[in-house]
């Protein structure tokens, strides 16, 4: 025996599409029916869940479904420095002209290749009838973002292009400050989209992002629970999970022992990512022991580099800017009962008081390492996280 040949079929990473993508096709037929019931129909769409389940893989898709059901579709992942009123307005003003510039450099290349493109359209309304509400004492570049969103659908439709769907990742690190004068960056961004759905302008939103997602949305606007579309993303069934391993082994000269494929399938608990990494360490153990049995014995040999994978690329990186003191309750909540964690336990686990532990839980949900799942109970963002951090501890 000489070892599997040929390129490691499993790809973990950050948004990394894998050879074979299982359990989303229901989402994606609900993408593409958004689509096709616009812009009588608002397409807005939210999509949560933890980390590790493929929501920035399923973008992905949406981009290209939308791309083959002829809407421009803009991609931008935010970051915390968006998270003011004119971060926000800049960001997406800067992803409306890529969209504009990818919608007349497509124009141009069919030009080229002598390939007739659809009749252009007409939005039929000028942006001088749309009407625009912004919150008071937003930054007063708000309703440039809603003109600017408005030239890009009109560049898109005179293309002859159906619309334009933004498809935004990691939203939920955008929200409203609480107080009347802090910024509202959320807000500014539905109300700009918003006034344009009224006029059934032909525009899409997609906000992408953690649990938090969803309150940080009710909080911004009461009218959001009517506006978006839910999509939770969870993790897959038995069934999906083995096929999302076995699949990309087919045809590679390898045996795959059955009682291995459940091994695999009970560990990574049907989250994709964990699919993809043990799926990529097995290939790479199996090389380096010159075997074509994907066993059980290979998965044990296989173990501490999993583990030591998946420390230092999955988990590492969410708590690396965390200050000592946020670490300092991680730790000591691995120590209680799970899940949820309660802060009641936290208050007997750590020597802090219970007001300075509720502040510190506060940042760790504003960081996206944890969420609040009702009054006092938590859990983490990222599957397995307590093993995790009973690995760190010890």
């Known amino acids: 025996m000489s070892g599997p040949s040929g390129k490691n079929p499993f790809r973990p990473g950050v948004g990394t599409r894998p050879a074979y993508l ?130 890009v659908v009109e560049v898109a439709v005179d293309k002859g292009l159906t619309g334009v769907v933004l498809l935004l990742d990691e939203a939920q690190i955008v929200r409203d400050d609480r107080t009347a004068r802090g910024d509202h960056p959320l807000s500014l961004l539905i109300s700009a989209v918003a006034s344009l759905q009224r006029r059934e302008i032909p525009i899409g939103l997609v906000v992408c992002g953690l649990p938090t997602l969803t309150g940080n949305l009710l909080r911004a606007r009461s009218y959001t629970e009517r506006m978006f579309r839910g999509e939770e993303v969870g993790r897959l069934d038995a069934p999906e999970a083995a096929a999302a391993f076995t699949e990309p082994l087919k045809g590679r000269d390898v045996h795959v022992h059955r009682d291995l494929v459940d091994a695999v399938v009970e560990e990574v608990e049907g989250y994709p990512y964990f699919i993809q990494l043990w799926g990529a360490e097995l290939w790479d153990a199996a090389v380096v022991a010159e075997v074509d049995d994907f066993s059980v014995e290979l998965l044990d040999a296989a173990r501490a580099e999993i583990d030591r994978r998946l420390d230092i690329d999955f988990y590492e990186p969410r708590i690396a800017t965390l200050t000592p003191a946020e670490q300092d309750v991680l730790l000591a909540s691995a120590q209680c009962p799970y899940p949820p964690l309660a802060t009641v336990t936290l208050y007997e686990a750590i020597d802090k008081t219970p007001g300075n532990i509720n502040v510190l839980m506060g940042r760790l949900v504003e960081a996206g390492v944890i969420y609040r799942v009702r009054k006092g109970q938590y859990e983490y963002t990222a599957p397995k996280f307590r093993e995790y951090l009973l690995r760190r501890a010890s």
């Open 22 to 151: 299982a359990g989303r096709d229901a989402p994606m037929r609900r993408f593409s029916a958004l689509l096709r019931s616009a812009p009588e129909q608002p397409a807005n769409m939210r999509v949560t869940g933890l980390r590790g389940v493929g929501k920035t893989v399923l973008l992905g898709e949406f981009e290209r479904i939308a791309g083959e059901a002829a809407w421009a579709a803009g991609f931008l992942e935010f970051a915390p420095a968006h998270n003011e009123d004119a971060a926000v307005v800049r960001a997406i003003g800067d992803l409306a002209d890529r969209v504009t510039h990818q919608v007349i450099r497509m124009e141009r290349i069919k030009a080229a290749l002598g390939r007739a493109g659809r009749v252009a359209g007409s939005l039929g309304v000028t942006y001088n009838e749309v009407k625009v509400t912004f919150e008071p004492g937003m930054v007063a570049g708000s309703v440039d973002l809603s003109a600017r969103l408005f030239e």
